[in-house]
Nanobody, 121 residues
């Protein structure tokens, strides 16, 4: 199991930037894929992007491609989400996520507690 704690959310004007952090603890992350999801009020949780902890290969949702960047610091076991050009529709609770790369059941998902991002128009 991996424990995940997000930070860095807040209120920002449209066009602004925020950086979210996700501190991981517990077991080694070398065989994990990590990423970010978000959930807006009244909507289902949706995929934002992922990164391989060793490969550093990234994948993004079309809605954030070119605006959001996922990165990591292996030594600090911390995942980041740099969000630029924020839009009101980016308003949501953002969740950090981790799963072993070779395990695909929902029971292998690890989630943080979430951090609120609010973008004002």
């Amino acid at each position: 199991q991996v424990q995940l704690v997000e930070s860095g959310g807040g209120l920002v004007q449209a066009g602004g930037s925020l950086r979210l952090s996700c501190a991981a603890s517990g077991r080694t992350l070398s065989d994990y894929i990590m990423g970010w999801f978000r959930q807006a009020p009244g909507k289902e949780r949706e995929f934002v992007g992922t990164i391989g902890w060793i490969s550093a290969r990234t994948n993004y949702a079309d809605s954030v491609k070119g605006r959001f960047t996922i990165s990591k610091d292996n030594a600090k076991k911390t995942l980041y989400l740099q969000m630029n050009g924020l839009k009101p529709e980016d308003t949501a609770v953002y969740y950090c996520w981790a799963r072993p790369q070779t395990r695909f059941g929902s029971e292998y998902n690890n989630w943080g507690q979430g951090t609120q991002v609010t973008v004002s128009s």
